[in-house]
């Protein structure tokens, strides 16, 4: 039987200030410099979770509805959502906080997989993520659904094969008609 871990053990927080080389001509957050810390919060969190190196192998979609600011604290909260054989999902959400005026907002959430590998860098099997929250077993419930389309797009997996995604196509024509 494989080991299992809480998803609560994989849990990180990171915290960034906003300093004059992480941002734009406009004094915003450059994306390029917050899908930084997002690699890196969410490849801690992998780690936890695994206790092995860990590649990241995919990036979901990732999109910015606010700017951030020069002077802004910037945090990051990343955990394992659930784990297939050698790869992890781990979802991330971002929150944004200008200390003087007191505001504070969730910049942006999102998914990174990541691969546990040997010294040899070759993939090697993690423990299964056991979730226990409402909210963490809704993020577990979802997982297998976002793996198979992020397999499908990157021609990893043939749409028919896509099981969970088909079941769930399925499921809304019905409710249509
Ligand atoms: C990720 C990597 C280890 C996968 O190696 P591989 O030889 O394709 O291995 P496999 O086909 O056996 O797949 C291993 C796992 O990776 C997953 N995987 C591979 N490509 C993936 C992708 N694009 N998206 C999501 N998962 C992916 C597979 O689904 C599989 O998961 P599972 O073991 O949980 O079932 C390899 O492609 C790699 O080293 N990539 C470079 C990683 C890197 O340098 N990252 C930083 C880039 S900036």
Redesign the pocket.
Known sequence: MRKQKKVSESYVIMTELVLPNDTNTLHNLMGGRMMHWM?IVSAIAAQKHSNRIV????VDNVSFSESIKLGNVVTLEAKVTR??????EVHIVVFAEDIPSGKKFMSNQAFF?F?A?DQS???I??PDAVPETKEEIELYDGALRR?QL??VL?G?MKASEANELKSLFDLKEKSAK
């Open positions: 690699d590649v990241t192998a995919s784990a297939f054989n050698s790869s992890m997989t691969v590998v860098g070759n993939p099997d993690v793996r992020r397999l990157g990893r």
